[in-house]
Structures are given as C-alpha cells and as structure tokens.
C-alpha cells in the first residue's frame, strides 16, 4: 500500500470513528420542550441516564421538572430539579448575578464551605451562574452535595438544583451541557383582523 492510500484509508478510519461517537453520543442525550405554563415552552438536553422520562408537573406559575431517582420507592441519590418561570422584560446578566448571589446567602447558613465562588456560564440560547455547597448538617436520608444554577434565556428565569450524596454519578459536564442547552421560546402573537 502506497502512502497516499494509506492516507486515505486513516482518513476514512477518522471519519467513520467520529460518525459512530457522534451518533453514540446523541442516542445517549435527548431533546425535550416543555409548556412552561401557557407562556411558551422551554426545550432542553438531558443525558438519558437521568431517566428516560423526567416527571413534569405545571403550578399556577412554574413548570417544574424533576430527573433522577428519587420518591418513596427509590432510594435518593440524586435528583435534578428544575424550576421555570416567565418574566414581565429579558433578564439581563447583571439581574441575575444579583438572583445568583442572594441565592448564596440562602444557603451560607447550611453550606459547609465558607467562601462559595460564583462561576458563570454562556450557552447557544442562555447563559447563567452557579455554585456548588456540601450541606454542613447533611441527616440519613438527605442529599450532601448541591449545585445550584440560575439561567436567563430570553425571558425566562430557570432555577436548577442538582442533589446529590456519595454514590452518586458526577453531574459535571452533563449538568454543565443541560444548562447550557436551554432555550426559551415565547408563545405565539396571533394576528387579530
């Protein structure tokens, strides 16, 4: 076989490889929109192995979505929690960093750490800040890990707590991936004649 050839068959090789991890990775992730009470609807990625059909409850302003094992038949290990609501104007970034700081001071108090850092994050359609705590009194039965996050997409304001205790997968890069995935689209304007 001649260099080129070889080449060419390395190249196909890559191709093929990126195609099957590419195609791997999509079948393990999926898209979902939801209403967000009668305002819109908020599409996001979520990895399958969270379960394959979070649970979905709408209240007179918040769509809430709940993945992970969690209730009285399932022993809590982690659970993601998702909260959204539609505001009145787009969120702009300071506003939330604000929302994202008295957030922190809601959970100092139980918060094993004493200095929590605010990281931030840009997505496709959001953007938003989080942080991370170890609850300081963690009880049998109780999550021991939080990851909380505000996200601004649009007009709409998402609060996600990831839960955790030991044993739990790492939310990392799949939280991170959620999170940036959000998307938020405003219900329809009908034309009225």
């Known amino acids: ?19 099957l991890c590419s195609r791997a990775q999509s079948e393990d992730w999926a898209e979902k929109s939801f209403e967000v009470t009668g305002k819109g609807t908020m599409t996001l990625s979520y990895p399958l192995s969270w379960g394959k059909k979070p649970s979905y409850e ?46 922190i001071e809601s959970f100092r108090d139980t918060a094993f750490e004493i200095d929590i850092p605010l990281n931030d994050f840009h997505g496709p359609g959001s953007f938003g800040f989080y ?27 998402v609060k996600i707590y990831f839960m955790s205790s030991d044993g739990a997968p790492d939310f990392g890069a799949d939280a991170m991936q959620l999170m940036r995935s959000i998307k938020y689209t405003p219900p329809e304007v009908k034309d009225e004649k």
């Open 1 to 19: 076989m001649n260099t080129g050839t070889f080449q060419k068959a390395l190249a196909t090789v890559g191709i093929l490889t990126l195609l």
């Open 131 to 157: 942080f991370s705590i170890t609850d300081s009194e963690s009880k049998r039965g109780e999550f021991d890990y939080m990851t909380m996050a505000v996200v601004a997409s649009g007009n709409l304001l």
């Open 58 to 103: 709408r209240a007179e302003s918040i769509t809430d979505l709940k993945f992970g094992p969690y209730g009285p038949k399932s022993k809590p290990i982690f659970l993601v929690h998702l909260q959204a609501v539609v505001a009145v104007d787009p969120i702009a970034e300071a506003s939330l960093q604000q929302v994202a700081k008295q957030e």
